[in-house]
């Protein structure tokens, strides 16, 4: 597998005070939206272009505000979850498409809730991948101590310092891709200082405060998967009580995986993805 942040060509969209980069699968069919995750990229989600499309689908991936080549148009770093919702709605607009299935990871997935609670009509199914409902164990002093090394040195420290303290540290599956390809290194790193340092803070907050949506998605009958690497200890349990939320869904454990099993144990996870693309 290629780790690149220009694996397809992307464009430019105007999406509510930012300009989002988009890239789509050269494979016809039915729209599949992937939504990534925090301090991600559309690349993260790219590799599953040729793999759906195997199976009838039109991959679309795009840059959230803040991350990758996405650029804010406004003076104004505005980038918390509702935001990051509201960009999905008009991504699927600006495509003119009026209903399609979407795939959330991470903070992708919590982004995807919200869309779905609001809006529940845009999908004919979703999926939902190694994410959470509500506040993560993210401690004050933790978002004091980023919003401290973002002033004084930027991106650049704020990696650093991630990298020395352990911040950075994955799953088993994940140690040993980083061992194993220096590229993935790579590109997770990229990934990482490509991401608007102004929204950093913002977003880690958020996640420390957020509000549980499993209200939200138990009034919903929209198909649903829920995915979680069988290592992904922060997220496993939480993608079973969405799963369990929701009426219309079931859940997939990948096995050897963490919190990125398209990439960790990628045959494994594709096998079950495509299996629930074919039902629907």
Known sequence: MIFSLDTYPSRPISVNGAELALSESPHEGKPILMIHGFSGAKEDLTPLFD???????????????????????SSDAQCDIATLANDVLEVLDSLNIQKC?????????????????????????????DTHYGALNIPIEVVSF?????????????????????????????ENLIESNKDFETFTELKFKKTNPKIIPILAKEFSQR???????????TKALVISGSED?????????????????????????????????SLAFFETLNRFLLEI
């Open 146 to 174: 980023i919003e401290k090394i973002i002033l004084e040195g930027g991106i650049e420290a704020l990696l650093k310092a991630a990298k020395a303290t352990g911040m950075l540290a994955g799953s088993k599956p994940y």
């Open 233 to 265: 200890i922060g997220f496993i349990d939480a993608c079973a009580e969405i799963s369990k939320a929701l009426k219309n869904s079931r859940f997939e454990i990948i096995e050897n995986a963490g919190h990125l099993p398209q990439f960790e144990n």
């Open 51 to 73: 793999e759906v499309g195997k199976v009838g689908y039109h991959g679309i991936a795009y840059d959230q505000r803040g991350h990758g080549l996405s650029q804010f148009t």
């Open 101 to 129: 299935v979407a795939l959330g990871h991470s903070m992708g997935g919590m982004v995807l809730e919200e869309a779905l609670i609001s809006h529940p009509e845009r999908f004919e199914a979703v999926i939902f991948m």
């Open 211 to 221: 509000q549980s949506c499993l209200g939200g998605l138990s009034s919903l009958n």
